[in-house]
């Protein structure tokens, strides 16, 4: 039997617009190789043909966790499992009624009920769902498990409870401060070396790294998107721990005015059962 959780819901709604709006800020230029582009502000269609503001799988999943915790008070897997496949089979927990840009991974996973462990299952598919986790006070067992419904690889399983660590260990920090401890105390890679596809690895490195060389919300997801490829999720990851430092009053209200699906995020935090 799960235990029952300690949920901060308002910490939970920080988490979850931070990563839906870098998410939207990402969807229109996924794929497209570093320096092809400029993203400077929140723009519609491009790669995936959506309005300006549409979030992609990243913040559905994100937002399908974000109302298993708050509906069953626990980490309850099969709950969580079948909100996932409500979302990709039913399109619930989407910003605008269109499931897209879901990798081989995940459907898999959700088809046959679990996550995989194989060399190549190593995506970043359950970092970018997992920031909710960070707002309440689910174990490191726990956070594992819930990378494991998707992506059963030690990479993965670590890099989501690391990647809680950081959000909640950067609250109420200096941005120096901060800085250290995402970095773990070294000096950020040249911007050459930092990779920007699938690779749960690579997605977490490139999150921190947006982070520790930019001193604002906007900046650091607008430099997550300009590193390419993976813009969505990048920027999605990248949204989550910016918001965990700056705040919700740091994303550009512009921003938050063009995001599509705020009822659907905020059903999710009242939680539907």
Known sequence: MAHSLSINVSFMRELVYGSAVGDALGVPYEFKSRGSFTCKDMVGYGTHYQPA??????????????DSLVSCGCVDLDDMLARFRAWIYDAAYTAGGDVFDYGNTTAKALRQGHGMSGSWDSGNGSLMRIAPLAATDATDEEIRAVSAITHATEDCMRSCVDFVALLKGVRGLTKAEADALVLGGKEPMARADVRSGGYVIDTYNAAIWCFATTQSYRDCVIEAV???????????VAGALAAAFYGMDAIPAEWMDTLQGKDVIEAALKGSE
Do not use: F, P
């Open 53 to 66: 503001g549409t979030w992609s799988d990243d913040s559905s999943m994100t937002v399908a966790t974000c």
């Open 226 to 236: 300009n590193l390419g490829e993976d813009t969505d999720t990048t920027a999605c």
